[in-house]
């Protein structure tokens, strides 16, 4: 049966009511769903992204494997594709990430409360791999850590990034940070696939009264679909049908654009359109999807209103598009052509300066949305010719459009909202300092290690083989895989001229004025068993404090 809001109904006693209300929301009251951003200002209180040092050059592979000239710079939009040897796995790849946004932000294990993953890179049927990043926790005797991993291709991470925000803002939260962690290794068999492949892992921390907020408004658009999977469970080689699952991601975009734009609407009580953002991060296989993508939200902000000023100064070569049904366009060139080339300024403004990570590390998969907001961040706050501006003030207030999209198939729109300084995440990440730190390899030797990749996956018994010294400092690595297929880690020292952030627990619940001290500091080293017992206690004490309340 239908209920209405406890409040309206005179019939029900107010516990009744409220048992109600609880079992079943009624979305014809607008007054509970009319809220723009998270009243608790959940969102991301800061980033680390980790890449291989190892580089090949996509202008290399294109001579190596006897493409034409320009066909993956040009044709696929890539600059160089990161990948690893024998000595990384998708387990120390999200390691590193983990425990260096804890060390740069001066975050204690025992603060974290939630740690969820994202990724599609399986070494394990059963055993996830968030279970192997609880070690960097349990050292420091936190047990109590809520998530697991999230599976459907590249949409995992953003799975994982909207459990962890809703355990923040519900009832369930516990006082301390989330931490998702989004990564992959990405690697295709030799053929054209090959260059579309790439590796990262990015760690989000996400907590309330956060400088970068969830918008309240999102939409979704699920179906059922074989455009990309991993049947063979003896490879790590994916079934690709290209030219689909580019239909399928933009399908799957139009559906998502459509729903927002509705819903954002009925919330904002104007109208939506893509000026009414400032920025758009886009899942990015590859930089010419991205590049398409931007002209068919264009199109789709054409269907809804043809009288925009744009589209009227260029209704004599529009004209011809209006009878159209949007589904029978996915290859429609003219179309394509056209869009694109009148969604230039805004690419230029709105999507560019979201590409520089998936450019320079190709696709990581369900990292891939998250490098392009790190990448815009990044931008936001690098130094620029001319006078100087106060990047802070700047960047206040930006809304950033969010597009996920996963393979089978799974995506997400939504929003973020900068509602604080954003200047330490680019500092922490420090991305134009690491990427130059990379080690350029030959495409014979990028095969090569490949292949060896091949011969060792799903195999017991054997160790690395490759230099620990081509690894960046501060990286986890594989030691061992035994006789039953256990793994086991070490880790490359870290720097001691790390940057870090006065960020840990107890300095930003002392304070909401984010004054962060970007000092040079060693690594922080693990509380004392008295202190952390304190801290732990403190914490147990105000939580049933508030649940009593």
Not at 61 to 71: Q, V
Not at 196 to 222: E, K, M, N, Q
Not at 381 to 399: F, L, M, S, W
Request: charged share 25%; net charge positive.
């Amino acid at each position: 049966r239908e209920l209405s809001h406890p409040s309206l109904s005179s019939s029900s006693s107010g516990r009744q009511g409220s048992r109600a209300w609880s079992i079943m929301v009624d979305r014809s009251d607008p007054d509970h769903f009319l809220m723009p951003e998270s009243p608790k200002g959940v969102g991301i209180h800061g980033m680390e992204v980790y890449f291989p040092r190892l580089v090949v050059s996509q202008s290399e592979l294109e001579k190596y494997m006897g493409a034409g000239e320009g066909k993956f710079t040009i044709g696929l939009g890539q600059q160089n594709m990161a990948f690893v040897n024998d000595l990384e796995d998708i387990n120390s790849v999200c390691m590193t990430a983990v425990g260096n946004l804890l060390e740069k932000y001066n975050v204690a294990p025992t603060d974290i409360g939630r740690l969820e993953v994202g990724t599609e890179t399986l070494i394990d049927k059963s055993k996830s791999v968030k279970t192997t990043l609880t070690q960097l926790l349990n050292a420091h005797g936190n047990f109590d850590v809520e998530g697991v991993d999230n599976i459907n291709a590249c949409y995992g991470g953003t799975a994982a990034l909207l459990n962890t925000m809703a355990w923040v803002e519900s009832s369930a939260w516990d006082g301390r940070y989330g931490l998702v962690v989004c990564g992959d290794i990405a690697v295709y068999e030799e053929g054209p696939a090959r260059p579309t492949g790439g590796c990262a892992a990015v760690a989000l921390l996400i907590g309330r009264d956060s400088p970068i907020v969830l918008g309240s408004v999102r939409a979704s658009h699920f179906e059922d679909a074989y455009d990309f999977y991993k049947p063979n469970l003896s490879s790590e080689y994916p079934t690709v049908f290209g030219q689909e699952s580019n239909v399928c991601y933009l399908r799957a975009l139009d559906g998502c654009y459509r729903r927002f734009s509705g819903k954002y609407e009925m919330v904002h009580k104007r109208k939506f359109d893509l000026d009414a953002v400032d920025h758009v991060v886009l899942h990015s296989p590859y930089n010419k999807l991205v590049k398409k993508s931007g002209a068919r939200m264009l199109y789709n902000d054409y269907l809804r209103d043809h009288n925009m000023p744009l589209f009227k100064k260029n209704e004599a070569t529009l004209s011809k598009f209006k009878s159209l049904m949007p589904e029978d366009t996915y290859d429609n060139r003219e179309l394509e052509k056209a869009f694109t080339e009148l969604a230039r300024p805004m690419y230029a403004s709105k999507v560019e300066p979201t590409v520089l990570l998936p450019q320079e590390l190709g696709n990581s998969y369900t990292a891939s949305m998250y490098t392009g907001l790190l990448s815009l961040i990044h931008n936001w706050h690098k130094p620029k010719a001319g006078a100087q501006v106060d990047t802070e003030k700047a960047t206040r207030n930006k809304k950033v459009l969010m597009f996920s999209y996963g393979s089978g198939l799974a995506a997400t729109m939504y929003y973020l909202k900068i509602q604080g300084n954003t200047g330490h995440i680019a500092a922490a990440a420090n991305l134009s300092e690491r990427l130059e730190e990379r080690k350029q390899v030959s495409p014979e030797e990028f095969s090569r290690i490949l292949k060896d990749r091949e011969t060792k996956y799903g195999k017991f018994d054997w160790s690395p083989s490759s230099d620990k010294s081509e690894l960046f400092p501060g990286t986890y690595y594989l030691k061992q895989v035994d006789s039953h297929g256990r793994r086991s880690y070490a880790r490359v020292p870290v720097s001691p001229f790390r940057t870090t952030i006065n960020f840990g627990y107890q300095a930003f619940h002392a304070s909401k004025s984010r004054a962060f001290s970007t000092a040079v500091r060693p690594a922080p080293t693990a509380p004392s068993a008295a202190s952390a017992m304190a801290l732990r206690l403190a914490r147990s004490v105000g939580f049933l404090k508030r649940v009593a309340v």
